[in-house]
């Protein structure tokens, strides 16, 4: 989650991709194409522009390069298949074999928690009303499960996680 303020006001933004030049948001309601706009995050914030826009989402140009890494919550690491092929890529370093039964069954049940969790963020980030009023919690919920996520890895969770950068 992020902050997009443009033409005097502000919304809660889900930021779905990020690159060093731009990136993909989400939101019920976006500026229009060529808008300025700034996307905070915490202590960073980026100016730039709007795209394209189509379907509540919203493709933006930054006026300058950021570091993708500092926009990542708790951890700084990617999500998805990037953290899975980071988290497989680690055990073949190590040799580790599985992690034990009673540790996969609660990292099992921490995936199914975060996951519940990621649905109920999910749902009141596209009631505008919520948004508006929630914001900041909203990001605070995205971080918790980002944190859940890289929990039950650590934990040897069996299940894939569905997380994705907020990012």
Same mark, same amino acid.
């Given at each position: 989650?992020?902050?997009?303020?443009?033409?005097?006001?502000?919304?809660?933004?889900?930021?779905?991709?990020?690159?060093?030049?731009?990136?993909?948001?989400?939101?019920?309601?976006?500026?229009?194409?060529?808008?300025?706009?700034?996307?905070?995050?915490?202590?960073?914030?980026?100016?730039?522009?709007?795209?394209?826009?189509?379907?509540?989402?919203?493709?933006?140009?930054?006026?300058?390069?950021?570091?993708?890494? *500092?926009?990542?919550? +708790?951890? @700084?690491? &990617?999500?998805?298949? =990037?953290? $899975? !092929?980071?988290? /497989?890529?680690?055990?073949?370093?190590?040799?580790?074999?599985?992690?034990a039964?009673?540790?996969?069954?609660?990292?099992?049940?921490?995936?199914?928690?975060?996951?519940?969790?990621?649905?109920?963020?999910?749902?009141?980030?596209? *009631?505008p009303?919520? +948004?508006? @009023?929630? &914001?900041p919690?909203? =990001?605070? $919920? !995205?971080?918790? /499960?980002?944190?859940?996520?890289?929990?039950?890895?650590?934990?040897?969770?069996?299940?894939?996680?569905?997380?994705?950068?907020?990012?």
């Amino acid at each position: 989650m992020a902050t997009m303020y443009a033409a005097g006001g502000s919304t809660p933004v889900r930021v779905r991709n990020m690159s060093r030049t731009g990136a993909l948001v989400e939101a019920p309601a976006l500026p229009p194409v060529g808008a300025p706009i700034r996307l905070s995050r915490g202590s960073l914030t980026v100016s730039g522009d709007v795209m394209w826009t189509s379907d509540g989402r919203a493709g933006l140009r930054f006026a300058d390069a950021v570091v993708v890494t *500092d926009w990542i919550p +708790l951890g @700084k690491r &990617g999500s998805g298949q =990037q953290l $899975i !092929d980071e988290i /497989v890529h680690r055990a073949r370093l190590s040799g580790k074999a599985e992690a034990a039964p009673a540790t996969v069954e609660i990292a099992d049940e921490m995936v199914q928690l975060l996951r519940m969790l990621e649905r109920v963020a999910e749902e009141l980030a596209f *009631d505008p009303a919520v +948004l508006t @009023k929630h &914001g900041p919690a909203l =990001q605070m $919920i !995205d971080a918790v /499960v980002q944190g859940l996520s890289r929990l039950a890895l650590n934990a040897g969770a069996s299940l894939p996680l569905s997380t994705r950068v907020s990012r």
